[in-house]
């Protein structure tokens, strides 16, 4: 079963508001989360980094004052598209990376599609 | 920093036919080494991976060996099926946890 959630799965949205984005790890604690993002029939590009209670580090490029990201517990980080625009349209992918166990793991969650109008 | 180079898309096959899907990388390290499949609107899954030289990752028919005189981890399959069209990634994972990608394989198998 998966082990990385987010929500929503998708969301529609008009220019200028805000969007949330939820990842959470739901059976190991993620004290790294990766957050990426893929344009139509495009690789996956890594956005930021962020370690629980930390704040994150953000790739070359990207606005963080736009991405705001936000690693508070062990198992959810959440990604907020703050005043979104059209070309903010993506997908956007979690990834969380932790102890299961006593093995070191890491896992994509399914991805959001946010499109905006 | 990191990279990873794949083959250049989109690669037809009839459905039986032999697949190769090159992958290079270069990399500071050791990284693991990843194969992802995405269907059509869907996320990423896991298809094979490999975390040290020589190691092969294998999956569903899927093929994979880390080589690390070659810096190469070609996906392999002895005979595709139509349910194998997607878009393939290659991809390394460095020390830290951060994935590259390369651009994506988009397989199309006909029937």
């Known amino acids: 079963g998966a082990v990385v959630s987010q929500h929503p799965s998708r969301v529609i949205c008009k220019s200028g508001t805000s969007v949330k984005i939820e990842c959470r790890s739901l059976?190991?604690?993620?004290?790294?989360m990766f957050w990426y993002r893929q344009f139509p029939k495009q690789s996956l590009m890594l956005m930021a980094t962020?370690?629980?209670?930390?704040?994150?580090?953000?790739e070359q490029g990207v606005e963080k004052d736009k991405f705001l990201i936000n690693h508070a517990s062990l198992t959810l980080s959440t990604l907020t598209v703050t005043s979104a625009h059209p070309e903010d349209s993506s997908f956007y992918i979690c990834?969380?990376?932790?102890?299961?166990?006593?093995?070191?793991?890491?896992?994509f969650g399914p991805g959001t599609r946010l499109t905006v109008l | 920093g990191n990279s990873v180079t794949q083959m250049e898309g989109p690669v037809t096959l009839s459905e039986e036919a032999f697949l190769t899907i090159n992958c290079t990388y270069t990399?500071?390290?050791?990284?693991?080494l990843f194969w992802y499949v995405q269907y059509p609107g869907e996320g990423l899954q896991l298809l094979l991976k490999?975390?040290?030289?020589?190691d092969k990752g294998s999956n569903k028919g899927f093929e994979a060996t880390y080589r690390k005189e070659t810096t190469s981890f070609h996906l392999e399959k002895g005979s595709v099926q139509v349910s194998d069209s997607a878009v393939y990634f290659c991809?390394?994972?460095?020390?830290?946890?951060?994935?590259?990608f390369g651009d994506g394989t988009t397989l199309t198998v006909k029937p």
């Open positions: 990834s969380a990376r932790g102890r299961r166990g006593n093995t070191d793991t890491q896992y």
């Open positions: 962020s370690n629980e209670g930390s704040k994150a580090t953000y």
């Open positions: 991809a390394l994972r460095g020390w830290e946890g951060k994935s590259t």
């Open positions: 059976d190991f604690q993620a004290t790294t």
């Open positions: 490999a975390t040290k030289a020589d």
């Open positions: 990399a500071t390290g050791y990284p693991s």
